[in-house]
């Protein structure tokens, strides 16, 4: 069986578009009490979060016999903390989006998406669970925001503490233009 030492373009790909959605998506939650006018755009990004989550689970599994394994030994601690927070993310990336739909449910609204369609109505009117709801989801947020921080600091710990680049792994680059950058970083 060939050694896989990057991931697949769909993986790349979904990986980044995520992540400056839910980047860009946690700023404007954060930016809401002062501009409840970036609450319709706030609603419609979680919406397409949502999607591309959904289409990245599938896609993982459909290409999961072409993923590289992990740079951690199995059953280390790093392995661990690896497989948890990769774990978290994916329920948080999928979590947060459905609180924002029920929370918007519960406070009487339909969760548009740019105007474009609709999300059915999952819950009825209720101001309690609204309230309760949304802080859910605002806590789920600020988990969600450190465990990005995590990943972000494991990435630079494998850079910084063992030597390794792991970043072109998941980095959306033709095979040639990453052997270019590894060639003159060498020269």
């Known amino acids: 069986m060939k050694h896989v030492s990057r991931y697949p373009i769909s993986i790349s790909l979904l990986h980044w578009l995520l992540a400056v959605a839910l980047i860009g998506n946690l700023i404007i939650g954060w930016m809401l009490d002062d501009a409840e006018n970036l609450l319709a755009l706030h609603k419609s990004i979680g919406i397409i979060i949502l999607g591309l989550v959904s289409v990245r689970l599938a896609n993982r599994l459909r290409v999961r016999r072409r993923l590289p394994p992990s740079t ?3 059953g280390t601690p790093a392995y661990l903390v690896e497989k948890t927070v990769h774990h978290c993310l994916y329920v948080l990336m999928l979590a947060i989006p459905l609180l924002g739909w029920v929370k918007t449910n519960a406070a009487g609204h339909v ?6 369609f609709s999300l059915p109505t999952l819950v009825p009117k209720s101001r309690e669970l609204s309230h309760w709801l949304g802080e859910l989801h605002s806590l789920t947020a600020y988990g969600l925001a450190a465990l990005v921080g995590l990943h972000v600091l494991g990435a630079l710990a494998h850079q910084v503490l063992k030597s390794e680049n792991i970043l072109p792994r998941i980095l959306p680059l033709p095979r040639r233009v990453e052997q270019e950058v590894a060639t003159s ?3």
């Open 185 to 187: 970083k060498r020269g």
């Open 72 to 74: 951690n030994r199995a």
């Open 111 to 116: 969760a548009s998406c740019f105007g474009l």
